[in-house]
């Protein structure tokens, strides 16, 4: 009797894939938000005056509170004392509080007076905003990727976290559609937003669906007398960061990532200035890179599951990804040129991550993995929240051509995005150096990243 309740939660399909399903719908809810101001970089400096280094500012507070508060450390302690329920509600409140502030930043803007600190008022609360929001999401990645390897262990985990970050792909892909559209539309630079924080209210309800199901696991854990995980001790933590291949995994995550999300936040933009695409339309070439993602990862995923290969996938993509970034640096300047390297540069975004996020319940134990997980996103939000505004400053220093008088006299700066994309390619170069020794570190630990993940 006792093994017929296993199978309908911890090895039952259909258990695990509803628990993914559900988990996957939160992250989605959250990435819409993280996104959905990547494409409004020209209007907020048409509506609100915001600089290119205000609006890098802006980007770069999504890690503020994460980096120099050591949030996501943090998080993935609270993680592995407090389990998946209780760290993932937490998560999805701090994300509502934190959109919340961001949406009456900006759509309140006659309130704002003066500077703080020396950054407009608006800029800065809108930043806080983000900052909180930005602790909440990323205590949620940790969370759900914890999630999945516990109800997947064994089984198609690759592919399941390849499913879990193709639907978040979703949500910043409908993000970067969908803003600028939805702003005029609606006549509002808030409307988007708004939208977002209806989002992760239902995400919230989604997640306590989880919790239900999670506790049910538990019981039936119990009443097959599996052996419960280690507790967690703070002093686990030096097992981690005494591990030289969790070490290379964090700095290829924070190398990679540097070379994406940052870029996507900067890509309508460039769309608008080099290639000359119709700012209501310029969102939709980036578009390809999340959407592209949605079947390529899982399927990445499952050839990991079932070949293995997971240092070799990694460098491929981060090979790719050089290719993609020196080629948007050349005086190539043709929309159709640019929708072509954003599908590959989408091969690439799938390819990594489909081998990243498995790899590290290889090297670390489960009852550890909170806590790895949360080192890693620290690591990572580093370059979220530090390149955002190298490359806003970058442009505001040496990147600025000339300004362009719109129909309705509102004035817009026009950049120059060679040199950002260079720096773009750097850290890719990067990138395939640190996977290249991993997969060495690999054949001489024997961690098995370049073995299959399921059990034959």
């Known amino acids: 009797m006792t093994e017929i309740i296993r199978q309908k939660l911890n090895d039952s399909k259909a258990a695990r894939w509803t628990v993914l399903i559900v988990v996957a719908f939160t992250m989605f809810c959250g990435y819409y938000i993280t996104d959905v101001m990547a494409p409004l970089m020209d209007s907020l400096s048409e509506e609100f005056g915001w600089s290119a280094q205000e609006y890098g500012i802006f980007t770069s507070a999504y890690g503020w509170f994460n980096v120099i508060l050591f949030m996501l450390i943090l998080s993935g302690i609270m993680l592995d004392k407090l389990g998946v329920r209780r760290t993932g509600i937490i998560a999805c409140i701090l994300m509502i509080i934190g959109c919340s502030l961001k949406y009456y930043a ?8 003066g500077t703080i600190f020396g950054i407009k008022s608006q800029v800065m609360v ?20 914890k999630v999945i390897a516990r109800w997947f262990k064994g089984h198609e985990m690759a592919l399941a976290m390849g499913i879990q970050v193709a639907v978040a792909r979703i949500g910043t892909g409908l993000a970067i559609g969908t803003a600028i559209p939805l702003s005029e539309g609606l006549g509002s630079l808030s409307a988007p937003i ?35 995980e280690e507790p967690f001790k703070v002093s686990d933590i030096f097992f981690i960061i005494k591990n030289k291949g969790f070490w290379l995994i964090a700095v290829l995550c924070v190398l990679f990532y540097s070379a994406v999300f940052p870029f996507l936040k900067f890509a309508t933009s460039l769309m608008i200035n080099k290639y000359n695409v119709e700012p209501r339309l310029a969102g939709l070439i980036p578009l390809i890179l999340p959407f592209g993602t949605v079947l390529l990862t899982p399927l990445f995923g499952s050839i990991y599951d079932k070949k293995g290969k997971g240092a070799t ?18 005086p190539f300047n043709y929309w159709w040129f640019a929708a072509i390297l954003m599908v590959v ?29 949360g080192l890693i996103f620290w690591v990572q939000n580093i370059g979220l929240s530090g390149v955002p505004l190298l490359i806003g400053w970058v442009l505001n220093k040496y990147c600025i051509i000339g300004e362009n008088v719109g129909e309705n006299g509102k004035v817009t700066t026009l950049f120059d995005y060679t040199l950002p994309m260079i720096i773009f390619t750097c850290f890719g170069v990067l990138a395939l150096i640190v996977a290249l020794m ?4 690999d054949k001489r630990k024997g961690y098995g990243l370049e073995q299959p993940n399921m059990k034959k």
């Not at 900006?106 to 007076?113: E, L, Q, S």
């Not at 669906?209 to 007398?225: G, I, N, Q, W, Y």
């Not at 996938?313 to 020196?326: D, K, N």
């Open 345 to 373: 540069l989408g091969i690439a975004f799938s390819l990594v991550p489909s081998a990243m996020w498995p790899s590290v319940p290889k090297i670390i134990p489960q009852n550890k993995l909170g806590t790895a997980y």
């Open 126 to 145: 809108a930043s806080i905003g983000f900052a909180i929001f930005g602790v909440g999401i990323e205590t949620a990645g940790i969370t759900v990727t």
């Open 194 to 228: 708004l939208l977002g924080l209806a989002f992760l209210c239902i995400g919230l309800i989604s997640y306590l669906v989880f919790c239900v199901m999670d506790r049910r696991l538990d019981a039936s854990l119990k009443e097959t007398a599996e052996e419960p």
């Open 106 to 113: 900006v759509a309140n803007p006659g309130i704002f007076i």
């Open 438 to 441: 991993l997969k060495a570190e």
């Open 313 to 330: 996938i990694m460098a491929i993509g981060a090979i790719l990804l050089i290719i993609v970034h020196f080629l948007l640096s050349l």
